[in-house]
């Protein structure tokens, strides 16, 4: 088939089919896996691939992976000839040395054939709950090295040509703590893997191998133009932003990520150089994972149609310095890279808040804590507790409030009900909910941070906890006030200790961990904000009467809540004069300790 044979309709056809059977796969995750982190947490993902290793369609899952899959295939073509890859097999693979992204993400790969034709590759990446090493739950901030952080799986056959690899079976059995969750969701993954490969083969079925093949490449082709074109619309120009993390766990030095991004016509160039060296901490996103967290960025800025493939990564050109804290060496710590991941997405917005300041919202708060328990019952039997906070709140935008208790807009993933957790770990949730006066204010405020109380109910249990926010606050935009810290504290109604944002320690029985997210930056002039709506957030007690005269100059009534308009008008009258003028671009404030 020529490319003047490719025929529209059976492309468009085709890509949806590719997309749809792709979602199928997630779905296949869902309802068949183990954990909290993956049914309910939704953190992972799925995609197909041609017979080439490009990546074709990627499923209604996790953003942050959609460049993450192609390279860890690349590290299997690395370790693997053509020929000694056979139907049947499943490769494996999660060293970020390899192309994978961090330990506890296994990156699943099937190839697919008829007969001796290889038709594609179907994915499956899922977060384990467990991958051994020093801490349970793999994601220990205070990791040194790569070799501390638990099992590597170096690109590798589970399968070979349809049998178990037992051997490697057993190792991934040995090595975690709760084997019944861990290799519960590797079979999980496995059967999403199989029907992947069946929707595949009803393709070739209905449009024949040569057919199939051509158009898959014709799809990511397409979606390149399509790509360029969005590209092409936006301005041109450079930009850069800077913006920080705490620390890194170990050295309390903060960490600068430094992009500076140059859209020329029908390409962008995202270049980090300036950012500081690769921590000594594990919170280092490998360059792989950096790449895909600036994919996801483009993708929130151009057609959300636009499909999630080898395509739309081809215009644009990511550069980072080997060395530096998104791109770190051998053998460096990257088990908390979800973390710098994070910062590197709010960088690259708070750069293009410069260039599309009608479009992008102040940045979002919380949605960046890792919360792990590791713990033995008396029986010796292990228990392991990992759930990544991402109900963060959004950030303010030109039209809009920040929603309350929304994920993040470069993931999907949610928190773990209440009741699962109860159910299944020794832990008691004392609160979750909504935090007051915790929103950036704005004319269109950002969302509110959120609180979450962990009460122990084993003996013992170490927690090792991931977070930010606790100086450098969520940037507020075009004028909008930035959001509040992050907070960690022990003990909080008895033996309180206000702990730093990164920390690993030992909890007993009866203790009590609170967590309040940082709260998101706010959208535009506070003094802009229509006096009802502030009403209506005090209302619903998520703004106090004292918040709202200081933030907003709104005087309220109570006995109802209403807006004294003389008073609301002769306080912010006021306040304008003494004020200083606001700035339009956002700007990182450090918290007051």
């Not at 309220?556 to 306040?575: F, G, H, I, Q, Y």
């Amino acid at each position: 088939m020529t490319k003047k044979e490719i025929d529209p309709v059976t492309r468009e056809i085709i890509k949806n089919f590719l997309y749809s059977a792709a979602d199928t796969m997630a779905v296949t995750v869902v309802r068949t896996a183990r954990s909290a982190v993956v049914k309910d947490g939704m953190d992972f993902s799925t995609a197909i691939f041609n017979a080439d290793g490009q990546q074709v369609s990627q499923g209604l899952t996790l953003p942050f992976h959609m460049g993450a899959m192609q390279p860890a295939l690349e590290g299997v073509f690395a370790a693997f000839d053509k020929d000694d890859i056979k139907p049947g097999d499943i490769f494996a693979n999660n060293d970020p040395y390899e192309g994978a992204s961090h330990l506890p993400d296994i990156f699943l790969f099937k190839p697919v054939f008829v007969n001796d034709t290889l038709i594609g590759y179907t994915c499956c990446i899922a977060h384990q709950t467990d991958i051994g090493g020093r801490v349970a739950g793999g994601n220990a901030c205070d990791s040194t090295e790569i070799y501390q952080e638990g099992l590597r799986i170096p690109a590798i056959k589970l399968y070979d040509e349809g049998v178990l690899n037992k051997a490697v079976w057993r190792i991934l059995e040995k090595a975690v703590r709760v084997p019944d969750k861990v290799l519960g969701d590797v079979m999980s993954q496995v059967a999403a893997l199989h029907q992947g490969e069946k929707d595949l083969l009803q393709l070739v079925d209905e449009y024949g191998i040569e057919d199939l093949k051509d158009y898959m490449v014709d799809i990511i082709d397409y979606t390149e133009r399509l790509t360029r074109a969005e590209i092409k619309a936006l301005p041109n120009g450079t930009w850069d932003f800077t913006d920080y993390i705490d620390g890194d766990g170990i050295n309390p030095d903060p960490i600068a990520i430094k992009v500076k991004i140059t859209i020329d016509e029908d390409e962008m160039e995202v270049d980090f150089t300036g950012t500081s060296p690769q921590a000594e901490g594990s919170i280092n996103p490998n360059f792989a994972f950096t790449k895909s967290c600036v994919y996801s960025v483009v993708k929130c800025l151009t057609n959300p149609t636009t499909q999630a493939n080898s395509g739309f990564f081809r215009p644009i050109n990511v550069i980072a310095p080997p060395g530096c804290f998104v791109n770190p060496q051998h053998p460096g710590a990257v088990a908390a890279r979800g973390l710098g991941g994070f910062r590197i997405t709010h960088a690259l917005f708070g750069a293009m808040a410069k260039a599309l300041p009608d479009k992008v919202p102040a940045a979002w708060g919380g949605g960046e804590v890792g919360v792990s328990f590791g713990g033995y019952f008396p029986d010796g039997k292990g228990f392991v507790f990992l759930e990544f906070n991402n109900d963060g709140p959004r950030g303010g935008g030109p039209h809009m409030d920040g929603a309350d208790g929304a994920a993040a807009p470069i993931t999907n993933m949610a928190n773990t009900p209440i009741e699962s957790i109860e159910a299944e770990q020794p832990l008691l949730i004392t609160q979750y909910g909504l935090v007051p006066d915790t929103a950036g204010p704005g004319k269109f405020r950002g969302g509110l941070g959120i609180i979450r109380e962990y009460e122990l109910l084993a003996e013992k249990a170490q927690i090792q906890i991931r977070s930010d926010r606790t100086k450098f606050l969520p940037y507020g935009a075009q004028g909008g006030s930035p959001g509040s810290r992050t907070y960690s504290i022990m003990n909080p109604d008895t033996d309180k200790k206000v702990l730093p944002s990164k920390f690993l320690t030992s909890m007993k029985k009866g203790e009590v961990y609170r967590l309040i997210q940082a709260g998101a930056g706010g959208y535009g002039d506070p003094l802009e904000r229509d006096p009802d709506a502030v009403v209506a957030d005090a209302t619903q007690g998520k703004v106090t009467l004292d918040h709202a005269k200081e933030a907003y100059g709104v005087v309220l009534k109570s006995n109802p809540l209403s807006v004294d308009k003389d008073a609301t008008e002769k306080l912010r009258a006021e306040m304008l004069k003494t004020r200083g003028p606001l700035s339009l671009d956002p700007e990182i404030v450090v918290a007051e300790s």
